[in-house]
């Protein structure tokens, strides 16, 4: 009464949900949808309401309502009487105290896809409804307390057929199954009569006042009192007495008899209360009873076996209920050891029905290793593919666990569980060689991932074996053949990286060798970690090797390695200084151009003869060298003056450096004395004066043409030119009007000036001589104010150094060679650049 509907499972969890403000007085709950029709009342006064509920749905928590409509006929309010749904969800009526049925067509769960029609039938109280499907064909059975009747609803305008003129009590009415016709079943207190759609059926006689009438399975139920039926009023048969005997009768149509009978002071359930389970279940499957209600039949009669003490016969019935009943309420049962028998029976049918999972696989496991049952547990793991029905991974770790090691390595050897066979081998039985073969028949990528992952156990066990699967994973792969491979393995190829190996020969260094030189052999472009790793080996064996003549050749295999260009430069040079492999440290230095590192080498090793062969050879690649090699020499206090003076003659001749750096640097050497640079300042000064002398030569020459051209420009100021050419200087043919003349006497066409002169102020002839000179004039003026302004602002500064770096980045101090300096470097511009460098020298010493 306080509007809720109560739900209870078959677990017997009790649940509800506010359905109605004040009451709930019909529900129809559907049989093929989880659908929920109700009407109720959400305020006072008669306003019956209709809703529609989708169990399968939820809002809020409670289930969604799709629909709600009045159940009222026409505008005349009153009290619902019975409802009934077709399950195709496309029929509702609703029947009311005042003889209406009101009948809902389309889609009952949505408003708007549903229309509503009334079905007038007098003014006796409706009692029962009921749909029946036949074919395509729709009928609608109406009971009330005079009459039956039925509509055909698949017809237009619903033809009604009148059954009977007698009718039955509120809730006497139900619908047989098909195995019965659907035929409408109608309770009277002396007959039961049977309804076909167009007809009256058959009649039983049952005496008794009818209370309630239900049909299941095919048995009719009916519920009755012990006195004659009172006067009808109202539309209802009369409601129970409390002071009454009720009797409940169960009757089986079929075979006519009455299957069960029993009187209560109130109906209540009674099913199993005699323990003739055998007789139940048989009646069930008779009646076709699904699976749920069997399952309970057969833990009841597992329970009562169990509590029997028979264990074995209650084993049987629990195993019928799997699939249905929860495996943790049989095992539990069964957990003690005297009944592990038992236990493994019900575990071995929950893994043939694939119901088990993973902690049921580890206790049928365990139980065969308790009982040492050794052909039960082969028959179990070695059973057909297509009837494994177990976790095959659980089963592996139990058996492992368990002491079972061969029995695990073929479940997994037979179910391709590559990384249990090869833990199992190589860390329980300790069988390398044959782990080994397993992973030689494996697919490329898995043969990789597994090398990897044991490839150091396998190293240090069996390492000749294992470089050679090595050697055949990093080239081209490809499987080895077996009797016992199996179809499904891929057999692709692959080609591994070698570079990421070499960890795996961490402590065999021979095999490490035989790997790499393989590779490289086969594969000349292998990474350069291959080749910097197997240099690391050849020359370690060289830096131990005793015996000149294998010294020798090792030294030659190292530097091949290096000649092969596929090294990492650093990390080679790194290799070499390490083991000071000279041979290997000069051929990359001279390999990288790093010429001073090579002089610096055979400086700090003392190789003098080493040092000035160095500068023959780079000097002219870096000049620096042979004023390195002077600075080098000149800091040795032992007897250098032969060195000295081949590095001074190179320098002489290739005017290298000014004489008094040259002073300055052997000034240093204690040793060294003024014969040692006797001859190189000779021929110095001999050079200078050769130098001046054809200075002093140019500027008389210069004077003379300087004094010609000064009279020959006065006389062009004060005489008349007189122009006397016939021919064009330019295309050499006779002069013709208009012409022009210059006055350095050549003259030319007009057109042939304008087509080739750069500018028609100058002669064509002479302007390269002119600017030759004006271009040395040019230099000379910008040289000397260099110089001036260089000497001015290294004097004012209190760091020569930054202002010489200054200069030096701005590019001043490179050479400037003039277009009429003779070959060789021996023009005026050139002592030029000796007094500056002479100049920069003596100032940095002063700021110094």
């Known amino acids: 009464m306080d509007g809720q509907i109560w739900f209870l499972t078959r677990s017997l969890q009790l649940s509800s949900f506010q359905a109605y403000k004040l009451r709930v007085t019909h529900l129809y709950q559907l049989k093929q949808h989880n659908i929920l029709v109700s009407v109720g009342e959400d305020e006072q006064g008669i306003n019956p309401l209709v809703k529609v509920w989708n169990l399968d749905k939820r809002d809020s928590g409670s289930p969604q309502c799709t629909r709600i409509f009045p159940a009222i006929p026409g505008n005349k309010p009153t009290v619902v009487s019975c409802l009934s749904v077709h399950e195709n969800l496309n029929f509702m009526a609703i029947g009311f105290t005042d003889g209406s049925v009101v009948l809902t067509k389309g889609d009952i769960t949505r408003d708007r896809h549903s229309k509503t029609h009334s079905l007038p039938e007098g003014n006796s109280p409706i009692t029962g409804l009921a749909f029946r499907q036949a074919g395509k064909t729709t009928h609608l059975f109406v009971a009330t307390l005079e009459k039956v009747q039925s509509y055909t609803l698949s017809l237009k305008e619903y033809p009604r057929v009148e059954l009977d003129t007698h009718g039955c009590g509120l809730r006497c009415s139900a619908l047989t199954d098909p195995s019965q016709d659907s035929q409408f079943i109608v309770a009277g207190d002396d007959c039961v009569y049977l309804y076909q759609p167009d007809e009256r059926g058959p009649c039983f006689a049952f005496e008794g006042h009818k209370l309630l009438t239900h049909w299941h399975r095919g048995y009719l139920l009916m519920l009755t009192d012990n006195n004659k039926s009172p006067i009808k009023s109202d539309y209802a048969s009369g409601g129970p007495s409390p002071t009454v005997k009720h009797t409940l009768t169960i009757y089986d149509l079929d075979n006519k008899f009455i299957a069960y009978s029993a009187v209560f002071d109130d109906v209540i359930d009674m099913l199993f209360k005699k323990n003739l389970f055998v007789m139940a279940i048989n009646l069930a499957k008779s009646q076709h009873l699904d699976n749920d209600g069997l399952s309970e039949i057969f833990r009841q009669y597992g329970d009562h076996l169990y509590n029997k003490g028979d264990h074995d016969g209650a084993i049987q019935q629990y195993i019928r209920t799997i699939g249905k009943l929860e495996p943790s309420y049989v095992i539990r049962k069964f957990l003690d050891a005297q009944r592990i028998h038992n236990l493994t029976a019900y575990l071995q049918a929950l893994h043939r029905q694939s119901l088990a999972n993973a902690d049921h696989t580890t206790l049928l496991l365990n139980c065969y290793t308790k009982l040492k049952d050794s052909s039960k547990l082969e028959e179990f793991i070695k059973s057909n593919e297509s ?462």
């Not at 177990?390 to 666990?401: G, H, T, Y």
């Not at 499904?488 to 080609?495: C, E, F, M, P, Q």
């Not at 260009?565 to 650093?570: G, Y």
């Not at 004060?718 to 003259?747: D, R, Y």
Request: hydrophobic share 35%.
């Open 387 to 848: 009837e494994v029905h177990f976790d095959v991974e659980i089963a592996i770790k139990v058996l492992r666990q368990a002491g079972y090691h061969s029995h695990a390595v073929f479940l997994a050897e037979r179910h391709v569980h590559h990384e249990w066979y090869l833990k199992i081998q190589l860390e329980d039985l300790k069988n390398y060689q044959e782990a080994l073969r397993y992973i030689g028949r494996l697919p490329f990528n898995q043969a990789e991932s597994n090398m990897k992952r044991y490839g150091k156990t396998l190293m240090h066990h069996v390492p000749e074996s294992t470089t050679v699967l090595l050697k055949r994973l990093c080239t081209d792969y490809q499987p080895s053949k077996d009797s016992t491979d199996r179809d499904s393995l891929d057999k692709t190829a692959g080609k591994a990286n070698p570079e990421e190996f070499i960890p795996v020969f961490a402590n065999n260094p021979r095999e490490l060798r035989a790997f790499l030189e393989h590779m490289i052999e086969v594969d000349p472009l292998s990474p350069e970690g291959v080749y910097d790793t197997l240099l690391e080996l050849r020359l370690q064996d060289w830096a131990h090797e005793q015996d000149p003549e294998k010294k020798r050749v090792l030294q030659e295999a190292a530097l091949s390695l290096l000649r092969s260009d596929n090294t990492v430069f650093d990390k080679a040079l790194v290799l070499c200084q390490m083991h000071n492999f000279k041979e290997g440290v000069l051929y990359l230095y001279e390999k990288g151009m790093l010429y001073q590192q090579i002089m610096h080498y055979h400086m700090q090793n003392e190789e003098y003869g080493k040092v000035v062969e160095a500068c023959k050879r780079y000097g002219d690649k870096e000049a620096c060298l042979w004023e390195q090699a002077l600075g080098y020499f000149a800091r040795k206090e032992e007897n250098c003056k032969a060195y000295i003076s081949e590095v001074l003659q190179h320098i002489d001749q290739n005017n290298l450096m000014p004489p008094l750096l040259v002073v300055q640097t052997l000034a240093h050497n204690s040793t060294a004395s003024l014969s040692v640079i006797k001859d190189y300042l000779i021929n110095k000064l001999e050079r200078e004066t050769r130098q001046i002398e054809e200075d002093e030569k140019k500027i008389r020459q210069y004077r003379e043409e300087t004094a010609h051209l000064r009279a020959e420009i006065q006389e062009l100021k004060s005489c008349a030119k007189i122009f006397q050419k016939t021919k064009c200087n330019m295309c050499n043919s006779p002069l013709e009007l208009p012409s022009v003349h210059f006055l350095c006497s050549h003259s030319f066409h007009q057109h042939c000036l304008e087509s080739f002169a750069e500018s028609e102020a100058e002669c064509p002839t002479c302007t390269p001589e002119n600017r030759k000179v004006m271009d040395m004039l040019r230099a000379q003026d910008q040289k000397r104010d260099l110089h001036d302004h260089f000497n001015r602002q290294l004097k004012s500064s209190n760091d020569g150094f930054s202002v010489v770096a200054d200069y030096f980045g701005r590019g001043v101090f490179n050479k400037l060679t003039l277009i009429t300096d003779p070959p060789g470097g021996k023009s005026g511009a050139v002592n030029l650049d000796a007094e500056f460098n002479k100049d920069l020298l003596i100032n940095i010493k002063r700021h110094a």
